[in-house]
C-alpha cells in the first residue's frame, strides 16, 4: 500500500508560482511512475506531468510545458509539481498519483494509477 498526501495548493494572480507537494508513505520503493493530474467541474481528469520513479525522465501535457517542472527528493519520499506564469485556466484541483503497476495504459489515463491523493486546490485568478 502506498498513501499520497499533496500539500500546498492556494489561491494566486495570473503570472504568479505554486510549489505542489506530494508526500507519500508506505511501500513507496514499489511505484513505477509518480504524476500529477488536474480536474475541474464536469471534466475529465486530466494527466498534468509524470516522472520515472528513481529518475529525472519525465512527461509533460502540452497545456503546461515550459511553465510546470515536476520532480521527486527520493530521500524524503516527495514529489513536487513547480508551477510557473500560471493561467486562469490551470484552475483545478489537483491531484498526485502513484503507480506500481509496470504497463496498463498511458500515463495520461487515470487507469494507469493505483494510488491517488486526496487533491489540492489551486486558484488562478486574472
Known amino acids: 500500500q502506498v498513501q499520497l498526501v499533496e500539500s500546498g495548493g492556494g489561491s494566486v494572480q495570473a503570472g504568479g508560482s505554486l510549489r505542489l507537494s506530494c508526500a507519500a508513505f508506505?511501500?513507496?520503493?514499489?511505484?513505477?511512475?509518480m504524476g500529477w493530474f488536474r480536474q475541474t467541474p464536469g471534466k475529465e481528469r486530466e494527466g498534468v506531468a509524470v516522472?520515472?520513479?528513481?529518475?529525472?525522465?519525465?512527461v509533460y501535457a502540452d497545456s503546461v510545458k515550459g511553465r510546470f517542472t515536476i520532480s521527486q527528493d527520493n530521500a524524503k519520499n516527495t514529489l513536487y509539481l513547480q508551477m510557473n506564469s500560471l493561467k486562469p485556466e490551470d484552475t483545478a484541483m489537483y491531484y498526485c498519483?502513484?503507480?506500481?503497476?509496470?504497463?496498463?495504459?498511458?500515463?495520461?489515463?487515470?487507469?494507469?494509477?493505483?494510488?491517488w491523493g486526496q487533491g489540492t486546490q489551486v486558484t488562478v485568478s486574472s
Open positions: 516522472i520515472v520513479t528513481g529518475s529525472d525522465s519525465s
Open positions: 498519483a502513484a503507480t506500481t503497476w509496470r504497463t496498463g495504459g498511458t500515463w495520461r489515463e487515470e487507469r494507469r494509477y493505483n494510488y
Open positions: 508506505g511501500y513507496t520503493y514499489s511505484t513505477v511512475l
